[in-house]
């Protein structure tokens, strides 16, 4: 995981979900581009299956979320913003080696605030190909 800072910092129009995605995959900003308007999942799908990752998404109550082991290391918690909690933020969680839970790590928007709670969901990252692996494995 390499931190990558998100530069738009409006309320509502925020990058910070791109910025997470760049950070985990350590890219730029750039390159991960606008995931945080409009159908912003489908987008991400779009923009990860290109470079050979998929995601999954859980919302809600995170206690019973267990990440697949073919996960990255690195997941993002989507939770309330810390300076409007009626919009959502996104930050930069890392999985516990023993798989007991996840620990927020770093917040790309310059205040450093990380997300206010109840968490809303966690996405995490794979690679397609570790997932096929470990899913031809288990057959």
């Given at each position: 995981m390499k931190p990558v800072a998100q530069v738009v910092t409006e309320p509502g129009r925020g990058d910070s979900l791109a910025a997470c995605v760049a950070s985990i995959l350590e890219t730029s900003l750039a390159e991960v581009g606008d995931?945080?308007?409009?159908?912003n999942l489908e987008q991400l799908e779009g923009f990860l299956a290109l470079r050979g990752y998929g995601f999954?998404?859980?919302a809600g109550n995170l206690e019973r979320f267990r990440l697949p082991d073919f996960a990255e290391p690195y997941c993002i918690v989507v939770g309330p913003s810390p300076r409007k909690p009626d919009l959502g933020h996104a930050v930069v969680a890392l999985v516990r080696e023993d798989k007991t839970g996840i620990d927020l790590v770093y917040d790309p928007h310059p205040d450093g605030a990380f997300v206010g709670e109840p968490w809303r969901g966690c996405l995490a990252i794979y690679r397609l190909e570790e997932m096929q692996k470990q899913m031809a494995e288990s057959s």
């Open positions: 995931l945080d308007t409009g159908n999954c998404f859980a």
